[in-house]
């Protein structure tokens, strides 16, 4: 089954550079003179937006693992901008790498209460109710934050991972097929599409969908990876590991190609340790 991504986007902190200037003298001099210039003190720097503030904390407590500290500060963001999507992603991702997963869905469900018109808490709150394995919980919230961001492709993208684990290949298309239109660039997005395709019997659009991939994006590792996992699941297992050996070229490091292509040929070599000789 497909695996929830996690994936997160981080922004860098941008400093703020305070200026101060001078101003001519408001005196009168004589008129074939020039008033002397009189340098003027300058001007206290304004405090940096609370986001911005709080975001510098996070960063550097995060960078530095102290996760407790980050997640104060990555709170007093969220409190800060609750309309911003940003400190919603620092604060899963802290729960995430300090082992407070399990934490995760009653802290989002408090911002859901205090924020009814926001469509981030539910977002997040499925989010990790998925990471636990919460599968219908996560089918409602993340369907309680899509009625409420229909647009979001992301929020698509997740709820068609839910469904796909629940069972429920129909929807899953119809929903990835959705983040796939609203974000038509991701390989990550078209390749949970091709699998739930695939399974579901629909592999001509599958097939449509891989074309429609290379067509629109450069070639990437992520890409190919992508056509790969449709080939594994086809169980065209020699399509699959030229794909994944693209992928390889393009990307050396690209872990999740190399782990798939290891089992493969770790795969074939016991079919033939195991067929009869001849």
């Not at 300058?42 to 986001?51: D, G, I, R, T, V």
């Amino acid at each position: 089954m497909t695996k929830l991504l996690r994936a997160a986007v981080w922004l860098a902190v941008v400093p703020l550079l305070a200026r101060c200037g001078a101003q001519p003298s408001p005196g009168a001099g004589p008129p074939s003179e020039e008033a002397p210039a009189v340098t003027q003190p300058a001007p206290p720097a304004a405090p940096a937006p609370p986001l911005d503030a709080n975001r510098a904390r996070f960063l550097d407590h995060f960078a530095k693992r102290e996760y407790a500290q980050a997640l104060d500060a990555a709170l007093a963001a969220l409190d800060a901008a609750p309309a911003d999507r940003e400190p919603y992603m620092m604060v899963s991702k802290t729960l995430i790498e300090s082992g407070r997963d399990a934490d995760g869905p009653a802290l989002f469900a408090r911002y859901a209460a205090k924020r009814p018109d926001r469509a981030e808490p539910w977002f997040f709150r499925g989010f990790h109710e998925a990471r636990l394995g919460r599968w219908a919980d996560a089918q409602a919230s993340l369907e309680r934050a899509a009625a409420m961001a229909p647009s979001d492709a992301e929020t698509r993208f997740r709820l068609g991972l839910v469904l796909q684990e629940r069972g429920d290949a129909r929807r899953a298309a119809e929903e990835l097929r959705r983040a796939r239109d609203l974000d038509p660039g991701s390989a990550g997005k078209a390749a949970a599409l091709m699998v739930v395709l695939s399974a579901a019997g629909l592999d001509p659009e599958a097939e449509r969908v891989a074309a429609e991939l290379g067509a629109r994006t450069p070639p990437s590792a992520e890409a190919r990876y992508a056509v790969a996992r449709l080939r594994l699941k086809q169980r065209r297992w020699t399509d699959a590991e030229a794909a994944l050996r693209e992928a390889l070229e393009i990307d050396p490091a690209f872990e999740p190609a190399r782990r798939d292509l290891n089992l493969l040929l770790d795969r074939a070599g016991q079919a033939q340790r195991q067929s009869p000789p001849r």
